[in-house]
């Protein structure tokens, strides 16, 4: 049986992996939906590979670059954000956000409310606005399948007990490329090395964020929204092979674990296939020649994203929101070579203290206040870059 798909950020590290995985067995799917930021070359060719009804361009100055670049295919071009929602809409089987930061929330809120099963990459659209996606897909009877690997190591655990039976989860965390490195080293450290990450190959910010250890912490909320046990009944374990993708601790004290190779395409390919299995060309897990697993507990005093995080889940309402907003906003000025490293947690922190956000009521409120957060944030980075 074909399945539809429609694929929210086709031009980045999950986007490209998930066509991967669709090339393998191109029979069984029919891509409907690709969208890309702002590469229209790039987009036009998987466009002419993957022949989907639609192709959007986020980027609103980039609609007569695509429009032309498609004439003759019969695909229809399409720009802006108001595209990328009524996309989000058109009828699938699977929808997978793949978008990074919360330019992927409304779409993702657009497909759930449609009803639509979504493949979840996008975690900052989770943690901004956790309550109101879980509660769109509740009322639609959309399922959310999730996609970062612990989160999908997770869901995949939870088929051996039910969530009133789990007593811990056990969140495992690389430790990033910085998992040894002094703290006063840290001020130092550049772009380059903090998006090289010693097992993963993934976008920039979310290579950011697993240096900061601020992708912990985020999916910490991820965590909190899809498996709701309690937060005092999530952990972060370091554990820097990144073979153990996850635990579930039930409460007989049986833990049961997803392993396997870090490659994103063994994530992607379990939610594209839910509730079946499908194969892929990913590496066997050959534990032989890994030889041994280290785990230790996770250092605070050095990478206090995580409990930022934890206190901002803690605090609920808009925090989430905020947080994650005021991250994104230090992450790219760090990536331009802005601010320091250290200077991201900072930013963050900074923001949280000045400003208590009101009780989102609508996805509205959390856009005002996503919007609110990045302005404060870019007034502390200008004045890190001015000082
Ligand atoms: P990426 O930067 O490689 O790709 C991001 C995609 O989103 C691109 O297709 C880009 O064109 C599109 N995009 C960027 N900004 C946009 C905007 N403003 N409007 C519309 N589209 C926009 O990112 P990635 O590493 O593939 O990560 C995607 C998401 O998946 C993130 O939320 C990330 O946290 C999550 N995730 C990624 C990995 C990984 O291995 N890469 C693992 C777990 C979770
Ligand atoms: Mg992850």
């Not at 309550?131 to 051996?160: K, Y």
């Not at 370091?238 to 153990?244: A, E, L």
Request: hydrophobic share 50%; with cysteine; net charge negative.
């Amino acid at each position: 049986m074909v399945r539809r798909l429609s694929l929210f950020g086709a031009t980045g590290s999950v986007g490209r992996s998930t066509l991967d995985l669709v090339r393998c067995d191109g029979e069984a799917w029919r891509v409907t939906v690709l969208t890309a930021n702002s590469d229209v070359a790039e987009l036009a060719k998987l466009a002419r590979e993957f022949r989907p009804g639609i192709a959007v361009i986020a980027d609103p100055a980039r609609y007569g670059a695509l429009r032309d670049a498609l004439a003759g295919t019969g695909i229809e071009a399409a720009a802006g954000a108001e595209a990328l929602v009524e996309a989000a809409q058109r009828p699938t089987d699977l929808v997978m956000a793949a978008i990074v930061g919360t330019a992927g929330l409304a779409p993702t809120m657009a497909a759930l409310a449609a009803g639509h099963d979504v493949a979840l990459a996008n975690k900052e659209a989770l943690v901004s606005a956790g309550e109101l996606m879980t509660a769109a897909a509740r009322a639609s009877g959309a399922t959310i399948l999730p996609v970062d690997s612990e989160h999908n190591a997770i869901f995949q655990c939870l088929a051996g007990g039910r969530i009133d039976e789990v007593r811990r989860i056990v969140l495992t965390a690389s430790g990033g490329p910085f998992r040894t490195m002094a703290a006063e080293a840290m001020a130092a450290v550049t772009p380059a090395q903090a998006v090289a990450h010693p097992n993963w190959s993934m976008g920039a910010k979310i290579s950011v964020d697993s240096a900061t250890m601020m992708n912990k912490g985020l999916e910490l909320i991820e965590a909190h929204h899809l498996f709701p046990v309690g937060l005092d009944r999530i952990e972060i374990l370091v554990h820097p092979q990144s073979v153990i993708h996850s635990m579930v601790e039930f409460v007989d004290c049986s833990t049961l674990a997803q392993l396997g190779s870090p490659d994103m395409r063994i994530p992607i390919a379990s939610a594209l296939a839910w509730p079946q299995r499908m194969a892929t060309p990913c590496a066997p897990l050959d534990l032989a020649s890994i030889g041994r697993l280290d785990f230790e507990a996770p250092d605070e005093a050095r990478f206090p994203a995580t409990a930022l995080c934890r206190a901002a889940i803690a605090e609920g309402g808009a925090r989430p929101a905020q947080l994650n907003a005021a991250n994104e906003v230090a992450v790219a000025a760090f990536l331009s070579g802005r601010i320091a490293f250290p200077a991201i947690v900072d930013t963050v922190r900074r923001v949280i203290d000045a400003e208590a956000p009101a009780v989102p009521a609508s996805l509205q409120d959390i856009f005002s206040v996503d919007a609110a957060s990045r302005a404060a944030a870019q007034i502390f980075v200008d004045q890190l870059v001015h000082a």
